[in-house]
């Protein structure tokens, strides 16, 4: 099956929501509401990819420009939909979509014992950073968080990809 992706907007907020409660892992908070994600979608140099597959939505990826560096701030597939290159395929939009705006580098934080490191790392993407317990779950412990960044080679156009 392969997704479509496109820009998405305000009005896909209930879409991007309903992927939102059932992807990330509720023990850390992680997940956004629909007013931080609203917020955020009316700055400047924000944007939003959407992916669809048979209709359904499959994933999201909210990203933004600050200056001359971009910042994945979100990446979501709905656990239906994993597994098939949906969640890369965000990431390669929103590198094109990055390196069209001039970016040189595009930027992401991760929890050190996400299993999304492993989709980064094979997607180019290197540690630059650690934040010491920067995440409180709810039982109490704490976890790491990783910057991580790939570099955006602006001499060569980036091809908007598909899933597989
Ligand atoms: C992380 C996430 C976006 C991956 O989406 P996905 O569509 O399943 O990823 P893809 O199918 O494109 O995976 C591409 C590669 O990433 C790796 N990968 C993805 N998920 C993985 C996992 N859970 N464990 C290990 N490797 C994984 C694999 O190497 C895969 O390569 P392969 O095709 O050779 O197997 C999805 O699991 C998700 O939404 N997780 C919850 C939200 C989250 O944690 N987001 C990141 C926050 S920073």
Same mark, same amino acid.
């Given at each position: 099956m392969s997704a479509i992706l496109r820009e998405g907007n305000e009005g896909d907020i209930g879409a991007i929501m309903e992927v939102m409660v059932r992807a990330f892992d509720p023990a850390y908070g992680e997940a956004w509401s629909a007013g931080q994600c609203l917020g955020m979608l009316s700055l400047p140099g924000v944007w939003l990819s959407f992916a669809e597959e048979s209709g359904h939505t499959a994933g999201f990826a909210l990203s933004r420009l600050l200056i001359d560096e971009a910042e994945l701030l979100l990446l979501a597939v709905d656990p239906d939909a994993r597994g098939h290159g949906v969640g890369r395929a965000l990431i390669e939009r929103t590198v094109a979509i990055a390196a069209g705006k001039g970016a040189h580098r595009l930027l992401l934080e991760v929890r @050190? @014992?996400?299993?999304a490191l492993e989709l980064y790392r094979g997607a180019g993407f290197g540690e630059i950073g650690r934040r010491r317990d920067y995440y409180h779950g709810a039982d109490g412990t704490t976890r790491d968080a990783l910057t991580l960044a790939r570099p955006i080679d602006m001499d060569r156009p980036v091809a908007l990809s598909t899933a597989r």
């Open positions: @050190d @014992d996400n299993p």
